[in-house]
């Protein structure tokens, strides 16, 4: 072994989703008091990351990465207006990552590595009618399940010159068959119905190919772009299977037609000495979500990114980098519907982003 790099990272998430509701109806269309009227969602996640490499050779180096690539929550109260629509959604996701790469020549080398990725699903809401008075009848209803898939991701880097380099990434689907379970209390509108049952759904995470440049205007000036299509299209809905009474099995469909989506940044880095550098970037982030169907599950939107961050060299084996993230939301419409139950409204959102990164180079 030649060299080691050791790469530990996490970000803290700051998001905000606030809903304008102005229609929402139960399973029957019978609208649900306090409408008009709004309600909120918050989330604090933290996002750890770990990235190793080990050049086994001039031509070879060894990778491993563990990182988070998809996820998701939202979290509304269990008696708010939108109860029949969501209260709890989430998504979490863990990849396991070897890699290796091979160098071809001095300018070009390409890369392959396997993902062995642990997802898990919640999706919470409440089954029931308005009632009178208002909430008696509603029983909370839970789904969750998981899954471990397998995939790979491949790519290339090339030199141009000493000033100017480029990548092209590709980061293949996961197809999940996420199995688990469904639970309801035995009381109130489902009386007489089992407590659980087994459940079970199948649906995809996209491919994703990116490219990316670094070119280095100067001794202290360095331009970077980047530019990521995803193949969002390929989650159209999922179905759950599921059986909580005694007959035939049943099945809810949750619709998602996503659109595939692009994202472009560009940014600039500035050495200001030997120990310092100061990194700026602004994004613009394409949501796959349609205009026609979005989900109070998923009230996302198109948004622009702005980034500032700094690096510091605390000796020739360890750096710091830091930076912080805002993202500017465009308000989107929700139009949420599933035969007679319906949820329609705007949607404010805001996010932040705090990261911090420490870099260990063992020569």
């Known amino acids: 072994v030649t060299g080691y790099n050791a790469v530990l990272s996490a970000v803290a998430l700051k998001a905000k989703f606030e809903l304008n509701v102005t229609t929402s109806t139960d399973v029957l269309g019978n609208p649900v008091p306090s409408v008009p009227g709004t309600v909120k969602s918050s989330d604090t996640p933290v996002i750890p990351g770990l990235h190793m490499s ?3 050779s001039d031509d070879i180096t060894f990778g491993f990465s563990v990182v988070s690539p998809f996820g998701l ?7 708010s207006i939108v109860r029949y629509a969501a209260t709890k959604s989430k998504l979490q996701t863990i990849n396991l990552t ?3 790469a091979y160098k071809v020549n001095n300018e070009l080398s ?17 089954a029931g009618l308005v ?21 790979f991701h491949t790519g290339v880097f090339y030199k141009l010159s000493d000033r100017t380099q480029m990548g092209l990434t590709y980061h293949h689907q996961h197809s999940l068959h996420v199995k688990g379970d469904i639970s309801v209390p035995t009381n109130g509108l489902l009386a007489g119905q089992a407590a659980s049952s087994q459940a079970k759904a199948n649906t995809r995470l996209p491919a994703s190919l990116r490219y990316s440049v670094t070119h280095k205007y100067d001794d202290k000036w360095t331009m970077v772009g980047d530019l990521q299509w995803t193949k969002w299209s390929v989650l159209e809905q999922m179905v759950i299977s599921y059986n909580l009474n005694t007959g035939a099995g049943e099945t809810k469909a949750l619709r998602f037609d996503y659109k595939n989506a692009w ?3 560009l940014g600039t880095h500035y050495k200001y000495d030997e120990v310092w550098t100061f990194k700026g ?7 796959p979500v349609s205009s026609q169907q979005k989900s109070v599950r998923t009230p996302d939107a198109d948004r622009w990114w702005l980034a500032l961050g700094a690096k510091y060299k605390i000796n020739e084996a360890f750096t710091v980098d830091a930076g912080y993230s805002h993202l500017f939301f465009k308000n989107p419409g929700i139009i949420d519907i599933d035969g007679a139950r319906r949820v329609v409204g705007t949607a404010k959102a805001s996010a932040n982003l705090l ?3 420490l870099t260990w180079n063992l020569v």
């Not at 929550?73 to 008696?79: F, G, I, L, R, W």
């Open 54 to 56: 080990s050049q086994y």
């Open 73 to 79: 929550k939202t979290d509304y109260p269990s008696d």
């Open 98 to 100: 070897p890699s290796v």
């Open 110 to 126: 390409v890369g392959l590595g396997l993902d062995f990725m642990q997802s898990k699903v919640w999706l919470d809401s409440i």
């Open 131 to 151: 009632g009178n008075p208002a909430g008696t009848t509603d029983v909370p209803v839970s789904i969750y399940g998981k899954d471990n898939t397998f995939s």
């Open 263 to 265: 994202r472009a940044a």
């Open 281 to 287: 970037g602004l994004a613009y982030d394409k949501s």
């Open 355 to 357: 990261g911090v990164q």
